[in-house]
């Protein structure tokens, strides 16, 4: 079993061994392909299926490729669509990009560009529609304070993100894993003037250098190699947008050097355990990097540093469990909140949430969270914390 998405394609072509060429070619690459060999049929398809890009001929009987090109504007306008054409004019060029496509080839067609090509469309598409998806949640009032609280440690990071959102210059988020480091890093970016690019992430824990490399620089074939794809590089695809590094004391030495030598229009946000002082002292970043950081850090409280804002996240993660149930939970007992609201929370937000939704998931519906519902680890936590220092533990009061 394999967690990889399927990279659906259309390929279009009045042409059959160039239909079956590229068919063949591209199904060798991972991509499910489906065959036309027409404009009408392709639009037919097109109606029926899903698909992630387009690769159709420009010059066939009837339908022409523009005319597919129009109406998939239509009838799927997120799918990226690649002209091919052994017509290939400046008017050509000029008429393809007007009406949305996402580039064209010339025939003869090499197949190293065609496979070039149609990774690139597909992940446009994939971060286009990820980063949709965030802008939804803004403009439908996904609003910042209602998630993370309302207290004074929540509403000062709130006030120094939203006055550094709109510099452009980089920004480094200073805090504990689960402490929402990655929600304020989509803050930053959408709450600036690089909103309508993409927010693209890179997580650097656990990754081994070398998969970190491609992902942020991309990889080309070797020469003649017609087996192998290419592959877009994270960094390319944030032009215009944002780059955001997680734990960025993950990513290592020389990954980070190659970063300083891009020449590429991105916004750049890191997050860290480590404050920029610690990341330059230790060499863990380039000294320039370092100095540009500790400018625009920016540090998020954990949770237990704000625990006034527990019975508010607690109750939001609640309503968002609810939305799947058909009779809601009516919320937490008094025995509950006494519990939880106390508690330190060593795992952040990301561990509280991963409770509401654990407790949701054995109780009945439409009844309440109790103090009997509560893991007995947290339970035993509490109980540790309030029992009286053992003397014991103390040589003549002396520490």
Not at 57 to 79: F, H, Q
Not at 275 to 281: F, G
């Amino acid at each position: 079993m394999t967690n990889t998405p399927l990279k659906r394609i259309l390929v279009v072509d009045d042409e059959p061994s160039i239909l079956g060429l590229l068919t063949t070619v591209l199904g060798e690459n991972g991509w499910e392909v489906t065959g036309a060999g027409s404009g009408s049929e392709g639009i037919e398809k097109l109606e029926r299926g899903q698909f992630d890009v387009i690769l159709t001929d420009l010059m066939m009987p009837g339908e022409t490729g523009i005319d597919l090109l129009r109406a998939s504007k239509e009838i799927r306008p997120d799918v990226e669509v690649i002209l091919m054409t052994g017509y290939a004019t400046a008017d050509t060029a000029i008429e393809a990009m007007r009406t949305g496509a996402f580039h064209y080839l010339v025939k003869p067609l090499k197949i190293e560009e065609v496979l070039n090509l149609s990774e690139k469309a597909y992940t446009q598409r994939h971060l286009l529609r990820e980063n949709q998806f965030l802008k939804s949640e803004v403009r439908g009032g996904y609003q910042i304070q209602s998630v993370v609280g309302d207290s004074d440690a929540i509403e000062r990071v709130i006030a120094s993100l939203q006055a550094i959102a709109d510099t452009g210059d980089p920004v480094l988020l200073v805090g504990e894993r689960g402490s929402g480091r990655s929600f304020f890093a989509r803050f930053v970016h959408f709450c600036s003037s690089r909103a309508a690019g993409l927010f693209v992430p890179v997580r650097c824990a656990g990754l081994p250098e070398e998969k970190l490399a491609t992902d942020l620089f991309g990889h080309a074939p070797p020469a003649g190699d017609r087996s192998a794809s290419y592959r877009s590089g994270k960094i390319e695809m944030a032009n215009h947008g944002t780059l955001f590094l997680a734990d960025i004391e993950e990513a290592g030495r020389e990954i980070l050097d190659r970063m300083a030598e891009v020449q590429v229009n991105v916004r750049f946000i890191a997050s860290s355990t480590l404050p920029a002082e610690e990341l330059k002292s230790r060499g863990i970043v380039p000294p320039r990097m370092a100095a540009m950081l500790e400018t625009g850090t920016v540090r998020i409280p954990s949770l237990r540093d704000r625990k006034e804002d527990v019975p508010l996240l607690l109750h939001h993660f609640l309503e968002e469990v609810n939305q799947d149930r058909k009779k809601p939970m009516k919320g937490f007992t008094p025995a509950a909140l006494s519990i939880l609201e106390p508690y330190d929370w060593p795992g952040n937000v990301r561990e509280l949430l991963t409770l509401v939704r654990g407790i949701s998931s054995k109780k009945k519906q439409g009844t309440m969270v109790d103090a009997s519902d509560i893991p007995p680890e947290i339970i035993y936590r509490q109980i540790r914390r309030k029992e009286p220092p053992d003397p014991s533990d103390t040589q003549g009061g002396h520490q």
